[in-house]
C-alpha cells in the first residue's frame, strides 16, 4: 500500500509538472503578445489579460504542488535531529498542512449550511467570464485539485517517500 501511494505521488506530479509547464509557457506567450499588441499596434486583445490572470492561477496552484512534493515549502525538518525530532517536526508540519488544506477543500463543496448549492465551485458554475464566455468553475477548479494534490504528496512524504527530500538536501 504504502509503494502504491508513493507511485500514484509521483505520477501525479510528473503529470502535473507538465501541465504546469505548458501554462507558463502560455503565460509567457500570451502576456508577451498583450505587450506586442499594446505597444506595436496600440490595441491589445480583450481577452490577453483575461487569460493570463487564468493561466497564472493554474501554474500558481500548480506550482505549490510541486514546490510541497520537493521540500520547497517552508519546513522544521532539520536533517542534524533526533529521529523523534524529525518525526515530531514531520508531525507538526503535516498538522499544519491539514490545519488549512482541509477547511477549504470542504468549502470549496459545501457552504453554509452544508449546502452544495452555496459551496465554491457551485457558485463558480454560475459565473462567467468577462470576454471568453466560458464558466469560471474551470478555474476554481484548480483550488480543490491542488489541495487533493497536496494530501496525496503528504501521504506519501507518510509512506516513506524520500527521493524528493534526498534531491532538495543536496540541491541546498
Partial sequence: M???????????????F??????IILLVSIVMLQVFARYVFFQPPVWTEEISRYLMIWAGLLGATLAFKRYFDPAVFQPN?????????????????LIFV????????FG?????????LMRHSKTFSE??????????????????VILLHLAARWAGDKSSKEEAESNA
Fill in 18 to 23: 507538465r501541465i504546469a509547464t505548458v501554462a
Fill in 131 to 148: 470576454t471568453l464566455e466560458f464558466s469560471t468553475v474551470y478555474v476554481a477548479i484548480a483550488v480543490p485539485i491542488s489541495l487533493s
Fill in 112 to 120: 453554509p449550511g452544508m449546502r452544495v448549492s452555496r459551496g465554491f
Fill in 102 to 109: 482541509l477547511p477549504v477543500l470542504f468549502y470549496s463543496f
Fill in 81 to 97: 535531529r533526533s529521529l523523534a525530532m524529525q518525526r515530531i517536526a514531520m508531525l507538526a508540519q503535516s498538522l499544519s498542512v
Fill in 2 to 16: 504504502r509503494q502504491l501511494i508513493v507511485s500514484a505521488s509521483n505520477v501525479v506530479d510528473a503529470v502535473l
